[in-house]
């Protein structure tokens, strides 16, 4: 919300520049993503925000925008109308805008919604008030998928796994059954190295060049010596 936004302020008064608000149950948001968001602002943006388009847009916020990205209007589900419900182009909650503009707008912000809630898209719609430019920022749905529940934790591991084994081939490694592999975050991988089905590495493993780990092995807190 806004107001959970404007906790921020008085940790940031010092601070001159942008302030991005993001979501700690997104851990896929890229540093590309991020790039773009912020070049609208260098571009003559006010407000940026980050928008998708999923399969099932029920609940989500929408995003009313030309096709360059201008927005016009962000509405919440449960203020939307029919028309605006129809539109497939979601608000992720993910807002950059510079800090001197960021806070005042945020003080800004009032609850006279269906919700009683002090929204945050509402900064992009004072920002529009005031005639700025406010833009919107598309992005692959699975890059800003929140995690609520244990299922949603497990289909984001997964999804975390299948982007690591993706990167670790593309590195050079060998995986003979990519989907029986199971990374840790900190999982080390030098070149060559040849990975055989059903391996689970935990946290602190290091493989050097060279080295081939045998199928249903389970290696943590370990560093493996070229040539092995």
């Not at 388009?53 to 929408?62: E, H």
């Not at 096709?67 to 962000?74: A, H, L, P, S």
């Not at 979601?90 to 960021?102: L, Q, T, W, Y």
């Not at 591991?157 to 593309?170: K, L, S």
Request: charged share 25%; glycine share 8%; aromatic share 6%.
């Amino acid at each position: 919300t806004a107001h959970a936004a404007l906790q921020a302020k008085a940790a940031l008064a010092d601070f001159d520049g942008l302030v991005m608000v993001c979501f700690a149950d997104c851990p896929f948001l890229t540093g590309a993503t991020v790039e773009r968001l912020c070049a609208e602002l260098a571009s003559g943006a006010m407000v940026a925000v980050l928008g998708f388009r999923p399969k099932d847009s029920a609940a989500y916020g929408r995003i009313i925008a030309d096709t360059d990205g201008t927005v016009r209007k962000m509405v919440e589900h449960k203020d939307a109308s029919d028309a605006e419900r129809a539109v497939d182009l979601c608000n992720s909650g993910v807002i950059v805008a510079h800090s001197r503009d960021m806070w005042r707008l945020l003080d800004l912000v009032g609850n006279d919604n269906a919700q009683g809630e002090y929204y945050l898209p509402d900064v992009a719609t004072l920002a529009i008030a005031e005639g700025a430019s406010v833009k919107v920022v598309e992005t692959d749905p699975a890059e800003v998928g929140g995690i609520n529940s244990r299922a949603e934790l497990a289909a984001a591991e997964a999804q975390w796994q299948q982007f690591r084994r993706e990167e670790a081939m593309a590195d050079g490694v060998t995986l003979r059954d990519p989907a029986s592999v199971w990374f840790s975050w900190d999982t080390s991988l030098g070149r060559d190295v040849t990975i055989e089905p059903h391996v689970v590495f935990g946290p602190g493993v290091t493989i050097a060049d060279n080295v081939t780990i045998r199928a249903f092995s389970h290696i943590e807190g370990a560093e493996i010596a070229s040539g092995c």
